[in-house]
């Protein structure tokens, strides 16, 4: 581990006032931790977030329900607002990791972060999420750019993630039994005028599975997909599970989320 300052930040200016392209603003640490002990990352300095007030909470207003960035995932299971506003996005949060990820973790953390596996991406863009930075608000859509990359400047803080509250909304995942990151995950939303399906695991990073939602939006039942063929080109193979197999499980995953969906 190389050395680094620690800081704690009081508020939103304090912090980004330290931050830099050297920097890394720490949440729950359940990646950035790891990575700086494996060497896999260094920083010059560490921003301590969790005691900044105004980045934690759960506020339902209108048809949106929004999440403060520092709002671990344990909190986000075990919120009454999120279970009767988005039932799915409480069940999401509750399968992430293990308790210790989940007391630790947070959600501004999960998409910064944007590792290819995770559940919090796939929310956001079947749920038409907004995010909420310190200077700018992203579309969920043009948020997630690649592998590990998102639209976020350097020093830019995630403050808060809005979403769009849907009719109806299932994600159904397949965890790798040893971490419970999503070897793929299907989120299906309904909204009045349109059905959306964002696909995680399956890629090098997350994605809306077009050919799917224009067979939802037209007939929102698990059978109408039964005559699909997914095309197994740019989906990862590795050894948990081959692109095929990949290909299978977006299928299988997408028919049980419209079956389970409310
Ligand atoms: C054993 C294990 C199992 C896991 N299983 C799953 C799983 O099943 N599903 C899943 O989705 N995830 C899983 N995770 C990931 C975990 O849930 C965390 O969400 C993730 O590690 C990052 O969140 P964090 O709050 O710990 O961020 P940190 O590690 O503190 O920070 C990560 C990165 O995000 C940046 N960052 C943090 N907060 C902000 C902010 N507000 N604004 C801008 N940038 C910010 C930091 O600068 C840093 O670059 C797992 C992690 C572990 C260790």
């Known amino acids: 581990m190389k050395n680094f300052s620690y800081h704690t930040a009081k508020n939103i200016k304090e912090a980004t006032k330290l931050a830099s392209s050297k920097t890394a603003y720490l949440a729950g640490g359940m990646t950035t931790l790891p990575a700086i002990k494996l060497r896999m990352a260094a920083y010059s300095d560490l921003i301590d977030i969790k005691k900044i007030k105004d980045l934690t909470g759960i506020k339902v207003s209108g048809k949106t329900l ?8 344990a909190d986000v299971a075990s919120s009454k607002e999120v279970k009767k506003s988005i039932a799915s996005l409480s069940s999401l949060a ?19 972060n944007n590792d290819p596996s995770a559940d919090y991406p796939a929310a956001c863009l079947a749920l038409n999420a ?18 590990f990359e998102t639209a976020l400047k350097s ?5 808060s993630v809005e979403f769009q509250i849907p009719e109806k909304s299932c994600y159904v995942k397949f965890p790798n039994p040893a971490s419970r990151y999503a070897i793929v995950g299907v989120y299906v939303a309904k909204f009045k005028s349109e059905v959306n399906v964002a696909v995680t695991g399956a890629k090098s990073y997350v994605f ?12 929102f039942s698990e059978s109408s997909l039964n005559s699909l063929n997914l095309k197994t080109s740019g989906l990862n193979a590795d050894i948990h599970a081959s692109a095929d197999y990949r290909a299978h499980l977006i299928l299988t995953l997408a028919k049980k989320a419209v079956a389970s969906c409310k």
């Not at 973790?105 to 998409?111: A, F, H, K, P, Q």
Request: aromatic content about 4%; proline content about 2%.
């Open 208 to 219: 809306r599975c077009e050919e799917i939602e224009k067979i939802l939006s037209k007939n």
């Open 130 to 147: 907004n995010i909420h930075t310190s200077s700018r608000k992203i579309e969920s859509s043009k948020f997630f750019k690649g592998m």
């Open 94 to 112: 509750d399968g992430i990791g293990d308790p210790q990820v989940r007391n630790r973790g947070t959600i501004g953390g999960s998409i910064a």
């Open 155 to 159: 020093g830019e803080l995630i403050q």
């Open 66 to 73: 929004k999440i403060g960035a520092t709002t671990k995932h």
